[in-house]
């Protein structure tokens, strides 16, 4: 049984659903009865969580559904495609699934991510639980239905909004997370403080060490506050036309870092930490943020134990990287930059600017 | 400059849109201006197509955007899937299309449905323009929003519900459309009369011989009022609940006979003009529809030049195909039926009525 359940409504309509937060999730059916599910079950998670986590969620759902089936992908962002993305139609089509069959996504990002959009496109649509198990899904894939595969030529570049009926972030699966996925994860915590409230980038600074030691408490209202503002900003615009784009601080550096690395070498979420360092630079060149601000955003991310600087990759290729990124649009970049902390607002910025913020934070 | 345009209004709240109906449409650029596009454009053809009207597309489209790009793809069902997908995927991606990119599908359903899918999922969603050149897709891709890729395993299995911003269905281009396909295309159209309109019934057994002669008065409005009746039945059941199912009519007999003859070798049309007889026969054979009427059926199908009769199946096979299909759900296959000339509806149907009516339907 689980006890001590927060609960984050996300309200989209006849779209909208809950995310629950706490301990035991995995194990107590009860949180799922009233979805009335009626179909059959598919888990579908990774070679890593599997071993973890697979066998109880699946007498979990044996309560909820006719029959209960596992697919293990291969695990990391790697194989966040096409082939992949595959094996979970091989499997719904090998076993004849239907319409009211249920893709639960049990695992990080990568996988919540496909079985969102193998969701969104079997049969043009069937529903979808996502169970996050790393720090980072839990405060940014819980919210905001987008999911995706990557192209060769550009991360997430086919995907669809596609929003999942439940969200079970329980926190006992983050006991056996990695302490540089955890960190990872913080990142996307960090960034709500400066694009939208101040008040909780000064929780932040004051209970990172908390966060570190990973007290419940602590990790719960993280999980949830980062849910709460993301939800509110979403719910404002669903299909990202624009003020959802301040959710993207850090991510145009971030993804530049990811993409000239090679997807996998940095993790996301610390690629995103040098990137919002990168933005906070900007931000303060032109002259929309003060110095000591920019500084306290480099602080909290070193405390979290994550990079302020990104890998050794030349600015005329940062730029080149993220001119193909989604967030350009008309071949001009627009940033996520801050107009006073606590303030995201979208941009574009000129270009020995932003060579001067990325020279100012590479390594060696 | 296009004359005697008819419009028919798809009310889906903020998903609307306008299918346009006549002649010279694909040359008249004032009927996409109030779009107000800004990005480039992608035209989406195939190999066939393409000759005979992709480089009067790019005139048109040239006035509203900067850029028109034309993508032909390889002609056929059978390249209905992920690789040929991904042509426009990689096209759009190579061109650094962005989120105001416009696709336009120029060409039959399975351009429409591909090039739908892929506006659907590039970047999670870009506007889409389809442009039907055959009857089939006029009258039956135009409404609805149904758009998907086949997997080896099934038809359709997967794809979105994704409108388009408008629909230019140019009787111009149904010119050079070949007799077959034409006749195909009629299979649809026939098929409103017997699920919801015993008055545009009765039109065509008057008119089946000025559409075979396509004379244009009476295309146009063979086009429009499918248009209208496919528009009424999609208004109430967008994402496919409930009474949307009739418009499969044909259709449980027709994909057991396109998978089991290898797609492409009949028409879909021709499959669902034989599936329709079938559907016929076990509708009287359940004593929902007199045999008199169940007759009507089967001549307007002959008038049509279609098949009134399946391939030499096994009814066996035929039944074990359907199972796979979509419309099965719960391992019971559920048969769209007369209830009566004019009104479908759907229900599950005993074993051995249904292999009666294949075996009375079927070739040699």
Partial sequence: MSSNI???????????????????????PARLADLAFKGDALIVTNETVAPLYAAQMQATLAQLHPRVDVLALPDGEAHKHWG????IFDRLLSTAADRKTVLYALGGGVV????????????????????PTTLLAQVDSSVGGKTAINHP?????????????????????????????????????????????????????????????????????AV?????????????????????????????????IEAGMGYGAWLHGEAVAAGMVMAADLSERMALLRSTDAKRIRELI???????AGPAISPAQYLELMRVDKKSEGGQVRFVLLDGLGRGCVRPAPDDLVLSAIESHTAG
């Fill in 6 to 28: 927060q609960t984050v409504a996300i309200e989209l309509g006849d779209r909208s659903y809950d995310i629950l937060i706490g301990r035991g999730l995995l194990t107590d």
């Fill in 84 to 87: 992949t993305l595959n094996l």
């Fill in 112 to 131: 919540g991510d496909m079985t969102g959009f193998a969701a969104a496109c079997y049969m043009r649509g069937i529903d979808c639980v996502q169970v």
């Fill in 153 to 221: 030529m550009g991360k997430n570049m086919i995907g669809a909004f596609y929003q999942p009926r439940r969200v079970l972030a329980d926190l006992s699966t983050l006991d056996t997370l990695p302490s540089r996925e955890f960190a990872a994860g913080l990142a996307e915590v960090i960034k709500y403080g400066p694009i939208c409230d101040l008040a909780f980038l000064e929780w932040l600074e004051t209970n990172m060490h908390r966060l570190l030691a990973r007290d419940d408490d602590a990790v719960a209202y």
């Fill in 224 to 256: 949830r506050r980062s849910c709460e503002l993301k939800a509110a900003v979403v719910a404002s615009d669903e299909r990202e036309s624009g003020l959802r784009a301040i959710l993207n601080f850090g991510h145009t550096f971030g993804h530049a």
């Fill in 302 to 308: 070193a405390a979290a134990g994550l990079p302020i």
